[in-house]
């Protein structure tokens, strides 16, 4: 770590800032691990779309269908290229089981991380949890020294409340949070404890307004950052720019120059399918994907079909000279 645990608010506010991606795990056609295409991604990412940090081993990744020794190999391979090509690094150590969140986040540490995300957990048959979920981050806080981020989202069973993030916020530790809730709950956080922690929320769609009216400077994050950009099209990169430098009328045009894409993406995605659709949008980029491990699916032949097409013609520039292919339909 570059930090010690005093510090670690400091830090983030300093450093943790601009577009990350949640990273998706590319698999070898026999359900390995593709560390080459994994390194071979990372560095696309940030050398080639500008993105400034990356979210390893989440629920895009796959981590519910990955030992702890994959997903502790997945880190140390994300620190090894960030150390190589300079982005930033949040590791999910996310789990029901508490030991194994706590090796998680010690591994982290150990190996240079600079962020682990811990996900609400799932909590059977509850109708109250704040004081369990509060007691939840603050043990993770004592047992380690990384800043940890929060991770709320509605497939835990429940939202937790603007107060209650507020109050973890405290947390020496406790340095952001991927908040997936309606924009009016995050919009609170962002009063009650913008001073405490980064907010966030994974939606690329509301990104811009929240620079602009929040005066976010984190997006924590989803897959958009490297399946809506190439070598050749980095708008994303482009009106986040713009709208840190103040100029919100050349950001809303890029931004919204964007819709195609994003409605090609979703009119295409099935929805029992979102990881396979994902990773297939991504190796039509030319990036490392393979096939997703069970329980996921993985697409048929006609949905990789409306896929090519609704790429060739939705308007992303690609280019052959970063790896990616000149057309969607070869």
């Not at 300079?86 to 969140?101: A, L, P, Y």
């Not at 949890?129 to 929060?150: F, P, R, V």
């Not at 890029?254 to 949008?281: C, G, Q």
């Amino acid at each position: 770590m570059k930090y010690g645990r005093k510090d670690a608010k400091a830090y983030s506010r300093e450093h943790m800032k601009g577009v990350w991606a949640a990273a998706l795990t590319p698999f070898t056609q026999d359900y390995k691990i593709d560390e080459k295409g994994l390194s071979s991604n990372l560095a696309h990412w940030s050398n080639d779309l500008g993105i400034d940090g990356v979210f390893i081993a989440g629920k895009q990744g796959e981590f519910f269908s990955m030992s702890v020794p994959e997903r502790k190999r997945t880190f140390e391979i994300a620190v090894d290229a960030a150390k190589k090509n300079g982005f930033q690094t949040i590791m999910s150590c996310s789990d029901q089981n508490m030991d194994v969140v706590i090796d998680l986040a010690k591994h982290a540490e150990a190996v240079g991380a600079d962020y682990i995300v811990v996900h609400a957990p799932v909590l059977h048959f509850f109708k109250s949890q704040d004081e369990t979920l509060y007691e939840y981050y603050k043990y993770i806080s004592e047992q380690t020294n990384i800043g940890i981020a929060m991770w709320s989202h509605p497939d835990s069973g429940y939202l937790m409340s603007p107060e209650l993030c507020a109050k973890i916020a405290e947390l020496e530790t406790v340095v952001a949070i991927k908040y997936s809730v309606p924009r009016e709950m995050y919009a609170k956080l962002t009063k009650l404890a913008g001073d405490k922690i980064l907010v966030s929320t994974a939606s690329e769609e509301e990104w811009l307004d929240n620079i602009l009216e929040l005066n976010w400077r984190l997006y924590l994050c989803s897959n958009p950052p490297y399946l809506f950009q190439t070598a050749a099209d980095k708008r994303i990169r482009e009106y986040t720019d713009l709208a840190f430098k103040g100029d919100a009328a050349g950001a809303r045009k890029i931004r919204d120059s964007l819709n195609p894409v994003r409605e090609a993406f979703k009119k295409t995605r099935p929805a029992e399918k979102p990881h396979a659709h994902a990773k297939y949008w991504q190796s039509l980029l030319g990036q490392a994907a393979g096939p997703v491990r069970r329980p996921m699916l993985e697409l048929t032949e006609a949905e990789k079909a409306n896929v090519r097409a609704a790429l060739a013609g939705c308007g992303l520039k690609l280019a052959s000279n970063s790896g990616e292919l000149k057309s969607s339909a070869a």
